[in-house]
């Protein structure tokens, strides 16, 4: 019972395996790795971008801020939600890697609207030098609360980033578990619906520590690269990394992950909805969920062993009818008779 | 045959078991994996310092200026040698994430000396606050060049850097590839001889990619842990860098893997040394050698199969007797025979 | 029939005869001139504060953002006014400096509130090192909107900050105007009332161009000191700031000029009151006015050579029933009578 | 007897005269101010460049540092001589500006030499993305030792610059004095010799506190202003700025101070060379000498009131043999009375 993150399970096996076969013998190091190059070709031929620059790095905020600073100015904005990633959970890294700041977009079920990124873009008024510059406008898929952009939905975010002449980004941590849930083509939800640059998620969704960044203009590239060497995130032992990546791609393991861990969420949801005494919060579609129950049920569900973060309210003291906000998440390696062993101490009740 | 950098061999087996052990079951994202305890507990232990904030990194490049920006202000330069990887190698890292800029240090068999350090701080005049203010040093050991420098020139450099107030890094990205040659003590190696702080490397020495950050003066600890955030480089599955450095640390495999690689190189420069056609650079002690021979035997050499680097020299065109400068690298995985048949190929000239 | 900026106007000519009188013979450079060394005995005299650290540069931007770079971590966030001068009008200056991100806390008459600066600090929750820490809160005096703090304002505001542990900075462009209104002391509008550090402004009231920085903790004052010469705002011949700001507090010529600003503003307000097609926007009361009135009126004042900034609205084209908003800045050099014959060419619609 | 700076002497009356008329009445701020408008047209006149961004800041450390900003990556390495004033003097302002680092090419009489750049440039070997990339060469007209480039040597650097595809910025904090040396034109000494980008100082030279940039290629002129914005360097009473450029340009009055201080120099050293006991250092042609001298001398000239910078050596304690190398600059207003009487007091020994 164990929702506190997506980043708390094994990787899958599979993975591990490709880690030992890649053992074996010599390599070059920072990225001439054979591994890699197959990497590349198969992202690639996923994407259906024969021309994108497609590089590795060990973690979801290296992948964020390496490409955000290679399309963004030190003299610009970034538009993006009040819950993005870049802004509530990077520590800066985004100032640092980029030296532009951030403008919080309206969101709406987690999501910025067409509307709301229009009226900050405007806002963002160019009064020659004195303010920012409007720089990329970055879009977390799925989000950070569980909800998916529609492909028609970041269709019209790329188009309103168009009109001010922007370009734009998506935080793809959960990349793969928005896919499955719009059952359309990777090609689909990047490039063809006018995203320029991809943080591919590996690690929350069952590697052990790998994002791929994609850049659909290859002019791109070798910023990318001399960015991600000075940002220190160049591996020497690169083909460990080509590896996890190699074997997600591989006979359909990533999307198997990703619909493994909607599908434990969507039971999840399924049972809470049963429960009078939990509010879900937004409208979930991947493998994240917000709930409010009271903090009785949350002190049984504690002492049983399970495991998520409380988000917003004390859980420590106070009235046991006070609700409280969690968050629950769900990965790969979690089974359904776990699902249903929660559900259960949570109906106890 | 690999020659060409100790990244490039494989991790040790044991690592590969430790990892795949460490992927059982859920642990806390970040560092808060039961692994990581065990990792500082032995680290204290073996480095005799009870409370040294440890902390575990991706890659060389981040230990490095993680570290230095914790130690210099945006307004200092940091001494170091003109061979060393903060300054030829990080791709304006250590500028990036200190501020500050670079000193260099004339060096003599790869080190930096005393005399040479103290000459270098005092030109370093203060004129108020034009030029910049004296900052940390860093010294590379073994170094770039695989010299050694003893407990007693590693005491004499922190003492010039302690007259002038300042702290001292050590880049030990080969660090134990040095300690098994001195046959000294972790702690005389560094905090003993006046080390504030050491990128412990395990990357080169049979890990897949993990260095410790070791800080003996704790109340830099949480500075160090924002930064390392603020870099990008906290890592979510944080279990699987601390398995391959529990690994390391246990049952003194790093110790072993540092022996068998710098046994390698001392057999690689015995049967150098009875070359003719072969000048040995410097006067290397622990897995890096630079020689000097005629281009016509690295022909030989190349057709052979071997691998290394050519570090001056063109080596495609010209007189046959020109000679070019290279370097050799031995990691734990190299065998005995793998050097001798190197050594039989570069005789048969 | 100027109201652009106060920034456009004359400098006073007390100040042209003190540059005159500067420019007698050699002075010590960067620093080191005889005026400014009556520069901070004047303005710890005034300020009532013995030890403060007394320092000038050229511009707002500059003296706001290595106050701020002095104050801050770069992995702080700084509180601060949507509509403040820092966040809007300074391209990024504070992020380049700080390294820090802004977070934005709503204003009411645009002056943050205790309630709300406490609601923006608790839920910048500290989750370790995911997100930016608490850093400093950053308020302007007078507002960028004309008004003005009252002492229990500021009281409240900083005791707030201090909760947190926080430092705060007073970005006083319009300092003098914000004092003469609320008719106390230096001291009691800064430091007897919590703040850290003043960006103490001439420009804007009759200097050429001069800002003074003053923190009352000294032991800031060499860092302020690197960093301002690491911004390159360090001036070689300084003797002609320390000139300008020592005309500008002899004699009280500062408070004469701010009071003669905010008496035109006064005058201007009570004269648009009196038309029923002005709505005044905010409680102005330094030497700024926002108004909405509709664009006939625009028009005809325009035509008449009346200049002032149109903020909101589409100056040229639509509806001439359709109102604008528009902002009216006094200075020390406006007459009353250009003050009237601009409400004689806006009564006359 | 005052030889310590040329920022420690009086702006010329003209200069003066010039600020006071330009404070009459209202201009627009930023820039926007009439007489920019004029400096502008008379700066591209005078540089023969028609299209030639120009701008103006208040200090030659910004002028330098957002030029080179303009011309460099954050991953490049500038070339630069080890005496220049963006190594030695301006405490990491340029790494701050830049990102990029500093690679420091040997001198011979203070310049740069093709040879040594050349060396300096290829040495810097392009190893991917590991080392820094090679970036803008920046050299001093006329140098920090008093020395001068000939045109051709100009040239010759420019071209080695070319040759690796980078580009140049020449630091003119003293354009004029070397200018006034060469009787070459501006644009001779500048675009026509390969120059991209020109600090042209005024502060050094007359002025109150204000250095030209100057960009050959205008596609470089909105980065330029907006990091100059960025940095805090953007005045807003620019009209102050204006004037003194204004000034300095009309009537020649740029060159008759440069030739009067070249000439007070030129008079200093037909001096000193009658002294036995004076070893000149460098071969200077502008307004600045190096010279050694038994501390002997120094006691007495310091004695007689003299004024001058001891660059090397003690000048406290010690053998009155013992020489000792000081630094005279002179400026436009030092009159040929002082520097005889200077010389009267150094024979008098």
Same mark, same amino acid.
């Given at each position: 019972?164990?929702?506190?993150?997506?980043?708390?399970?094994?990787?899958?096996?599979?993975?591990?395996?490709?880690?030992?076969?890649?053992?074996?013998?010599?390599?070059?190091?920072?990225?001439?790795?054979?591994?890699?190059?197959?990497?590349?070709?198969?992202?690639?031929?996923?994407?259906?971008?024969?021309?994108?620059?497609?590089?590795?790095?060990?973690?979801?905020?290296?992948?964020?801020?390496?490409?955000?600073?290679?399309?963004?100015?030190?003299?610009?904005?970034?538009?993006?939600?009040?819950? *993005?990633? $870049?802004?509530? +959970?990077?520590?800066? /890294?985004? !100032? =640092?890697?980029?030296?532009? #700041?951030?403008?919080?977009?309206?969101?709406?079920?987690?999501?910025?609207?067409?509307?709301?990124?229009?009226?900050?873009?405007?806002?963002?008024?160019?009064?020659?030098?004195?303010?920012?510059?409007?720089?990329?406008?970055?879009?977390?898929?799925?989000?950070?609360?569980?909800?998916?952009?529609?492909?028609?939905?970041?269709?019209?975010?790329?188009?309103?980033?168009?009109?001010?002449?922007?370009?734009?980004?998506?935080?793809?941590?959960?990349?793969?578990?928005?896919?499955?849930?719009?059952?359309?083509?990777?090609?689909?939800?990047?490039?063809?619906?006018?995203?320029?640059?991809?943080?591919?998620?590996?690690?929350?969704?069952?590697?052990?520590?790998?994002? *791929?960044? $994609?850049?659909? +203009?290859?002019?791109? /590239?070798? !910023? =990318?690269?001399?960015?991600? #060497?000075?940002?220190?995130?160049?591996?020497?032992?690169?083909?460990?990394?080509?590896?996890?990546?190699?074997?997600?791609?591989?006979?359909?393991?990533?999307?198997?992950?990703?619909?493994?861990?909607?599908?434990?969420?969507?039971?999840?949801?399924?049972?809470?909805?049963?429960?009078?005494?939990?509010?879900?919060?937004?409208?979930?579609?991947?493998?994240?969920?917000?709930?409010?129950?009271?903090?009785?049920?949350?002190?049984?569900?504690?002492?049983?062993?399970?495991?998520?973060?409380?988000?917003?309210?004390?859980?420590?003291t106070g009235d046991p009818d006070e609700p409280l906000t969690a968050r629950f998440v769900?990965?790969?390696?979690?089974?359904?008779d776990q699902v249903q062993m929660f559900l259960q101490h949570f109906a106890a009740g």
């Amino acid at each position: 019972m164990f929702f506190a993150s997506d980043n708390a399970g094994p990787a899958h096996p599979k993975v591990m395996e490709a880690l030992v076969r890649a053992n074996e013998g010599y390599r070059g190091g920072y990225g001439a790795d054979a591994e890699m190059v197959e990497v590349t070709r198969l992202v690639r031929e996923i994407f259906e971008a024969p021309d994108a620059a497609v590089y590795l790095v060990g973690t979801g905020t290296a992948a964020n801020v390496i490409l955000l600073a290679t399309l963004a100015n030190p003299w610009d904005t970034i538009f993006c939600s009040p819950m *993005a990633h $870049i802004h509530e +959970d990077e520590c800066n /890294a985004p !100032e =640092f890697y980029t030296g532009a #700041k951030l403008t919080l977009v309206p969101e709406t079920n987690a999501k910025m609207t067409p509307e709301s990124l229009r009226t900050a873009m405007e806002a963002e008024e160019i009064r020659g030098v004195h303010g920012p510059q409007r720089g990329p406008v970055s879009l977390t898929q799925a989000t950070e609360k569980g909800t998916v952009y529609s492909v028609e939905e970041l269709q019209a975010l790329t188009e309103v980033a168009k009109d001010f002449g922007c370009k734009t980004h998506m935080d793809g941590a959960r990349f793969t578990n928005a896919l499955v849930t719009l059952s359309c083509t990777p090609a689909e939800m990047t490039w063809k619906a006018g995203i320029d640059a991809v943080s591919f998620g590996g690690t929350k969704n069952g590697l052990m520590g790998v994002e *791929a960044c $994609i850049i659909f +203009d290859p002019k791109l /590239a070798w !910023e =990318f690269e001399l960015r991600r #060497k000075r940002g220190g995130h160049l591996f020497s032992k690169h083909r460990y990394l080509s590896a996890q990546m190699l074997a997600y791609l591989t006979d359909d393991l990533w999307l198997q992950m990703a619909r493994a861990a909607n599908t434990r969420t969507a039971e999840l949801i399924a049972g809470l909805e049963t429960l009078p005494q939990v509010d879900l919060l937004y409208q979930p579609k991947a493998n994240v969920t917000f709930a409010r129950f009271p903090r009785r049920d949350h002190k049984r569900l504690q002492n049983a062993g399970a495991s998520y973060y409380i988000w917003d309210g004390d859980a420590q003291t106070g009235d046991p009818d006070e609700p409280l906000t969690a968050r629950f998440v769900t990965d790969w390696s979690m089974t359904p008779d776990q699902v249903q062993m929660f559900l259960q101490h949570f109906a106890a009740g």
